[in-house]
């Protein structure tokens, strides 16, 4: 069964590095988003990229966080540098199309990349 | 703007017992989609239920139900004759549509279950 991939599945990091996570969506999938999930928390969207376009990033900290898809296919998030507030699950999930709840329902998650910042 | 209420943060049962979990949402929309997800310990979300803002019917999946209200803008599911493989943190979950035009979700903040032997 095809899968979104995601890594590395855990990091830990001392702040004021830099970290970055990938993702690989589902084959053909064109809808790709990056959501943050803090502990305790539900999961909040980051960015969505349709294909190559971020078409949302309103909820993305550019000052430090920067996502790219740049042959539309898989994605990377990258945050420099880390702050403790960063510390969180990036998950990542995909869909055929960016109006998936009403043609497919179909939303496909990763198992997300959990990182810790020291 | 959408948000979803889930009351309850942390629920514990024993085995057998059954179980509901509250989910009350806010929208302005006409149509929307309302969502449950799983999340086990392992991280991923999975997928249990959509439901569309026009269907009010309850829908039964084995022990799983849903009894959606638009009155009371509720979305509840329960679980009927728990298992300790239900243990999880589950999510409701509301369409909404992005700065874009195309559609995310806006989560509650979770249920951790514990169904215990």
């Known amino acids: 069964e095809a899968e979104v991939a995601q890594s590395p599945r855990y990091k830990i990091t001392e702040k004021s590095q830099a970290v970055a996570f990938w993702c690989d969506p589902i084959?053909?999938?064109?809808?790709l988003y990056w959501y943050r999930q803090i502990l305790g928390q539900g999961p909040e969207l980051l960015v969505q990229?349709?294909?190559?376009?971020?078409?949302?990033d309103s909820q993305l900290p550019k000052d430090r966080f920067s996502a790219e898809r740049l042959k539309g296919v898989d994605s990377t998030l990258k945050i420099q540098p880390a702050e403790l507030g960063d510390s969180a699950m990036y998950l990542c999930?995909?869909?055929?199309?960016?109006?998936?709840?009403?043609?497919?329902?179909?939303?496909?998650f990763g198992e997300g990349s959990r990182l810790t910042v020291l | 703007a959408q948000k979803v209420t889930q009351a309850q943060t942390e629920i514990s049962v024993v085995e057998k017992e059954d179980v509901t979990l509250d989910c009350v949402y806010e929208?302005?929309?006409?149509?929307?989609?309302l969502f449950w997800y799983k999340q086990p310990p392992s991280g991923e979300l999975v997928f249990l239920i959509r439901?569309?803002?026009?269907?009010?019917q309850n829908e039964i999946s084995g022990r799983y139900s849903w009894n959606f209200q638009k009155s009371t803008s509720s979305f509840n599911f329960t679980i009927t004759a728990s298992q300790v493989v239900d243990s999880a943190v589950y999510f409701c979950?509301?369409?909404?549509?992005?700065?874009?035009?195309?559609?995310?979700?806006?989560f509650g903040k979770g249920m951790k279950l514990t169904v215990n032997p």
């Open positions: 929208t302005r929309d006409t149509t929307y989609y």
């Open positions: 084959s053909g999938h064109a809808t």
């Open positions: 999930a995909s869909s055929l199309d960016p109006m998936w709840a009403i043609n497919t329902g179909e939303l496909f």
């Open positions: 439901r569309n803002s026009f269907d009010e």
């Open positions: 990229f349709q294909d190559e376009s971020v078409v949302d």
């Open positions: 979950a509301l369409s909404a549509l992005t700065q874009g035009g195309s559609e995310k979700l806006v």
